[in-house]
């Protein structure tokens, strides 16, 4: 099983489609209100650094990295249901902490939500700690916030 992940255009088809089975997959627990995830404009307009994970060639997951001076901000990570439970969601999260340590970025952070305890689970196991609300977020009673110091173990 060849395993890659590939720096990718948020709007290229691949990656359009794991965006649009993540959105229609948030849409299902989540008002619009409670929904911040980018579209594939604002992932390019902010120039977030986007992989697509690969197993023999099939686009698996993806994960977004907005890179700020004082930390970087996880965006749009999903796992197609038929490839979770390989560790895969692990693979992407070392891939973008490579990425963060490599530009000098000590933290790691992002928002997610109540009705994910899969990823979330997966988030705290990595290494990351629950926060109050950062940047655009705020407490509605929905959203989760977390981060991780990079280098820390995970």
Same mark, same amino acid.
């Given at each position: 099983?060849?395993? +890659?992940?590939?720096? =990718?255009?948020? /709007?290229?088809? #691949? @990656?359009? !489609?794991?965006? #649009?089975?993540?959105?229609? *997959?948030?849409?299902?627990?989540?008002? $619009?209100?409670?929904?911040?995830?980018?579209?594939?404009?604002?992932?390019?307009?902010?120039?977030? #650094?986007?992989?697509?994970?690969?197993?023999?060639? +099939?686009? !698996?997951?993806?994960?977004?990295?907005?890179?700020? $001076?004082?930390?970087? =901000?996880?965006? &749009?990570?999903?796992?197609?249901?038929?490839? &979770?439970?390989?560790?895969? %969601?692990?693979?992407?999260?070392?891939?973008?902490?490579?990425? @963060?340590?490599?530009?000098?970025? $000590?933290?790691? &952070?992002?928002?997610? %939500?109540?009705?994910?305890? =899969? @990823?979330?689970?997966?988030? =705290?196991?990595?290494?990351?700690?629950?926060?109050?609300?950062?940047?655009? *977020?705020? /407490?509605?009673?929905?959203?989760?916030?977390?981060?991780? +110091?990079? %280098?820390?173990?995970?």
């Amino acid at each position: 099983m060849d395993i +890659v992940i590939i720096p =990718e255009r948020p /709007d290229s088809l #691949d @990656a359009m !489609a794991l965006i #649009d089975e993540l959105q229609t *997959y948030l849409e299902s627990f989540y008002a $619009p209100e409670n929904r911040h995830g980018f579209s594939v404009e604002q992932l390019i307009a902010s120039g977030v #650094d986007f992989f697509v994970l690969r197993i023999d060639g +099939v686009a !698996a997951g993806c994960i977004g990295l907005l890179c700020l $001076p004082e930390y970087a =901000e996880i965006k &749009r990570m999903y796992i197609r249901p038929a490839f &979770r439970r390989q560790k895969l %969601g692990v693979r992407l999260l070392t891939h973008v902490q490579d990425v @963060a340590l490599q530009r000098g970025i $000590p933290l790691l &952070r992002l928002e997610t %939500g109540i009705h994910q305890p =899969e @990823a979330n689970a997966r988030y =705290e196991s990595f290494g990351f700690r629950l926060i109050t609300a950062f940047g655009p *977020y705020h /407490d509605d009673g929905v959203s989760l916030c977390y981060e991780k +110091v990079v %280098g820390a173990a995970h």
